[in-house]
């Protein structure tokens, strides 16, 4: 059984979180430390744990995940200016909670290589 993340925790209200999106789908809130003038979390109410776990994950699952961050990045207004999208997976990006989580950062002009 998967450890408890801050996530989980968020997903159930047990931790506040402020909401921009919800659907059965997706829960999507505005991330504590942001990056960009948007910067929005979206999880997928099924968990998955990394998106490394999305090849294993059930297709239909993984599809409307998939349409509901697409989803939230329209309903945040952000799709004529452009937006990223980034899943940090695993030690070397920085992913430091264990549940599926898309960013979606936009509101200003981003640069890459991203650091
Ligand atoms: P990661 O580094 O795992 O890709 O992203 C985790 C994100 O969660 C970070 O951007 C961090 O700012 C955000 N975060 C950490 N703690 C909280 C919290 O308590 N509430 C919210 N809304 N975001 C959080």
């Excluded at 942001?34 to 776990?53: G, M």
């Excluded at 993984?62 to 509901?68: C, H, I, Q, S, Y």
């Amino acid at each position: 059984m998967p450890e408890e993340t801050l996530f989980d925790q968020i997903l159930s209200g047990s931790v506040p979180s402020e909401a921009v999106y919800e659907d059965d789908v997706v829960y999507a809130f505005k991330d504590i430390n942001p990056q960009a003038p948007v910067h929005v979390l979206v999880i997928p109410k099924k968990k998955l744990e990394s998106f490394a776990d999305v090849r294993s994950g059930d297709d239909t699952a993984v599809g409307a995940f998939m349409k509901g961050v697409s989803r939230v990045a329209a309903e945040l207004g952000l799709e004529e200016r452009g937006y990223r999208v980034v899943f940090n997976t695993g030690p070397e990006a920085q992913q430091s909670v264990l549940y599926l989580h898309a960013h979606i950062l936009g509101g200003r002009q981003m640069s890459w290589p991203p650091g």
